[in-house]
């Protein structure tokens, strides 16, 4: 009765007997490195925040600028732990204009800039993806978020493309405002620091667009374009927009890998 129930002797010396198994055993991601590069990203926006706070609080410009430096970081810290060249290169470029910046005392109009900086990068990362023969970046961005088989879904590839093309034109037109507030502010612009007039005048409430304006038109193109998607594509379930944001940012670093290996490849 005991052996009826072992396996026949030949399972152990013969692989291609043993029995079939339905179900493949569940391999578990490399989590670690994802969740280490979560956590260098978080602290990174934390000490950002943290830096602004006290540089508003103090009036410090040297606070300012290292809240720059800090978030310029966290934004290319993927290609920077992959030793990327062309994100060194900009990375160290844009460090030294900050420090010139910081010795000429203009530790606010770097913090300033830093808004132009970051629409500039993004709108760049969505345009590179246009090129004939590559992915967009929001196809991509679904393949990641929803996998594949929501790619191949029908006009979904399409909208993809289009969004992106309308990601990079705001990203684009905004970076051009910010660069005009900036510039031509009154009395706290590029121009009027450096003693010369500006060619129009910006009132100082027009930099509230630059920390929070430019921020929150992005998240309104977001919610909107959300809302637009639905109905656009309203033959395929959708989730609601709280649990995409969530999926958005549990998968912030398997989308910030695949645009450091997208930089790597135009580095070569």
Not at 121 to 127: G, I, K, M, N, R
Not at 216 to 234: K, M, S, T
Request: charged share 15%; hydrophobic share 55%; glycine share 6%.
């Amino acid at each position: 009765m005991l052996q009826s129930r072992r396996f026949p002797e030949t399972f152990a010396g013969d692989p291609r007997a043993l029995p079939s198994v339905s179900a493949p055993v569940p391999v578990p991601p490399p989590a670690a490195p994802t969740a280490r590069r979560s956590r260098a990203f978080v602290f990174g926006l934390i000490a950002y925040f943290v830096l602004l706070l006290a540089a508003f609080l103090t009036g410090n410009m040297l606070l300012d600028e290292l809240a720059a430096f800090a978030l310029l970081s966290v934004l290319l810290l993927p290609g920077l732990r992959r030793g990327r060249v062309l994100t060194w290169s900009g990375w160290l470029a844009i460090a030294a204009v900050l420090a010139w910046l910081a010795h000429r005392g203009q530790g606010q109009l770097a913090l300033d800039s830093l808004p132009i900086i970051i629409n500039m990068a993004l709108c760049f990362v969505f345009a590179r993806t246009l090129r004939p023969g590559r992915q967009s970046l929001i196809a991509r961005i679904i393949g990641i978020l929803e996998g594949p088989e929501r790619l191949a879904q029908p006009g979904v590839e399409r909208y993809a493309r289009r969004l992106t093309w309308a990601w990079a034109l705001v990203l684009g037109l905004q970076a051009c405002l910010l660069l005009v507030v900036v510039a031509c502010a009154v009395p706290d612009g590029a121009f009027a620091r450096f003693g010369a007039r500006p060619p129009l005048t910006i009132p100082p409430a027009g930099r509230w667009y630059l920390h929070l304006g430019s921020y929150v038109l992005v998240l309104g193109f977001l919610v909107a374009e959300y809302a637009y998607r639905r109905w656009r594509l309203r033959h395929l379930p959708h989730p609601p927009l709280p649990v995409f944001l969530a999926r958005l940012a549990r998968r912030w670093p398997a989308l910030a890998a695949s645009f450091a290996d997208d930089a790597a490849r135009a580095d070569q």
